[in-house]
């Protein structure tokens, strides 16, 4: 794990902890402002590419100032070394030295903390969120088009020690061509957050949520083999969510 990670992992939970504590420490203010809440997000983070993935969370009140929630989460991982590039022979596009996709599903629990209350139908609303739960990742083959001669074009799974030249390459298919020859690996996930509120109804609420999220796997993932691979991911994301509530 970089340096800056681990102090960013860190100064996030420091504050989060600090949060918490104020949360905690106002628990009995005010009513209920809603009895439970359900989003759906679009993910953003640092180990993905335009969109990271999509997730889903419902939370339910304890207190007037503590939720508890149980999400799910479906994101895309990349290595930092895929640089997309365009076949010479047909103009498709394909990603050098890729042999793995990597998605990961996280199902979590969580608790969630109201900072600063919103008023009914106007204002904004801060909340802390702190969740963990298992890493399904599904490792999915990298298929390529490859120009053996002139006459021979096969689809396979890419192999550096076999498709040595890209400029062979046609393109590469879908990712569901090789979805079917998934192979599972278990992990574990912890969340810290910041979540902020908007929305003009009582009854909906868009916003966006800020953190990092730690996945530790049990084995490494080889996404490129001619380049380092690691089983531990740190990602800042941020999620943007809509939702209704009651």
Do not use: C, W
Request: charged share 20%; hydrophobic share 35%.
């Amino acid at each position: 794990m970089k340096k800056y990670q681990k102090n960013a992992l860190f100064l996030l939970m420091i504050l989060l902890s600090s949060a918490m504590v104020y949360a905690q420490s106002k628990r009995n203010d005010g009513d209920f402002m809603y009895k439970s809440e359900t989003t759906y997000g679009i993910n953003f983070n640092t180990n993905a590419g335009l969109i990271g993935g999509i997730n889903i969370k419902h939370s339910r009140a304890i207190t007037p100032t503590m939720y508890h929630y149980f999400g799910l989460e479906v994101v895309n991982m990349r290595h930092p070394k895929e640089q997309r590039t365009t076949s010479r022979r047909s103009g498709q596009t394909f990603i050098p030295g890729k042999q793995s996709y990597l998605a990961l599903i996280r199902p979590s629990y969580g608790r969630e903390f109201v900072l600063f209350k919103k008023e009914a139908e106007q204002g904004v609303q801060i909340n802390a969120l702190l969740a963990a739960g298992p890493t399904i990742g599904l490792v999915i083959p990298y298929y390529i088009d490859y120009q053996y001669d002139n006459r021979t074009q096969r689809t396979e799974k890419y192999d550096p020690t076999k498709h040595t030249l890209f400029e062979n390459v046609i393109g590469a298919p879908s990712v569901f061509t090789g979805i079917g020859e998934s192979t599972v690996a278990i992990g574990g996930t912890v969340r810290a957050g910041l979540q902020f509120e908007f929305g003009s109804f009582k009854t909906n609420v868009t916003g966006f949520e800020l953190g990092i999220t730690a996945d530790f796997m049990s084995k490494q993932i080889i996404i490129m083999p001619l380049a380092e691979n690691k089983s531990n991911y740190i990602s800042a994301y941020v999620v943007l969510f809509y939702g209704a509530r009651k």
